[in-house]
């Protein structure tokens, strides 16, 4: 029998030990929460590009039936222009040719070039394929509207139309009036995390 117990079996961790253990676990979070970051930037990145292919599958359909994508001169915004081309609501009329807006809705009704449940999009749909959308635009994963234009200016230079994911900082330059995605267009700061259909 000890005369002195010993103290160290009966106090339990130092203070040192909890603090390694604590360490430990806050290395390992952030290992895991940081590898977590990259494969949902990753996935968002892939949805867009998903995204992406299928409106300019949706916008060549467009074409096979107008003879021409839908053009983005005017004051109506690029993004409702392509939401409402690819909903049926938009033809070409007139001498020149001009995109505007159906009156109504054909008595067959309205055939869209896309389907919108496969896609993100802000605004609202009417109640009724009767009624013309007015505010509905497709969005990317970070909930920016896509980026599109078509034979803007007459300085168009861009035998087809340009579309593209603004990336996760929203932020793009204005594409130049030829309409032609340069590298040199593409590597400016702003542009560097956007997503092009050929990436």
């Known amino acids: 029998m000890k005369l002195f117990p010993n103290y160290r079996c009966l106090v339990g961790y130092t203070l040192v030990e909890v603090l390694v253990v604590l360490a430990v676990i806050v290395i390992l979070a952030g290992i895991t929460f940081g590898t977590a970051a990259g494969i949902q930037s990753a996935r968002m990145k892939s949805i867009a590009k998903a995204e992406i292919s299928l409106i300019s599958k949706s916008l060549s359909r467009f074409h096979a039936k107008h003879g021409d994508y839908p053009i983005t001169q005017g004051i109506e915004n690029n993004a409702v222009t392509l939401s409402k081309a690819l909903l049926g609501w938009?033809?070409?009329?007139?001498?020149?040719?001009?995109?505007?807006?159906?009156?109504?809705?054909?008595?067959?009704?309205?055939?869209?070039?896309?389907?919108?449940?496969?896609?993100?999009?802000?605004?609202?749909?009417?109640?009724?394929?009767?009624i013309i959308p007015s505010n509905v635009r497709l969005i990317d994963p970070w909930g920016?509207?896509?980026?599109?234009?078509?034979?803007?200016?007459?300085?168009?230079?861009?035998?087809?139309?340009?579309?593209?994911?603004?990336?996760?900082?929203?932020?793009?330059?204005?594409?130049?009036?030829?309409?032609?995605?340069?590298?040199?267009?593409?590597?400016?700061?702003?542009?560097?995390?956007n997503i092009y259909l050929e990436d």
Do not use: C, H
């Open 90 to 130: 938009k033809v070409f009329q007139g001498n020149p040719v001009q995109m505007v807006d159906l009156k109504e809705a054909p008595s067959d009704g309205i055939r869209p070039f896309i389907e919108l449940s496969k896609l993100l999009y802000e605004g609202d749909l009417p109640y009724s394929d009767k």
């Open 144 to 193: 920016n509207a896509y980026v599109y234009a078509y034979k803007e200016s007459e300085e168009w230079d861009n035998f087809s139309f340009v579309l593209y994911s603004k990336g996760s900082d929203g932020a793009d330059v204005k594409l130049e009036a030829d309409g032609v995605l340069s590298t040199s267009f593409k590597n400016l700061n702003k542009n560097m995390d």
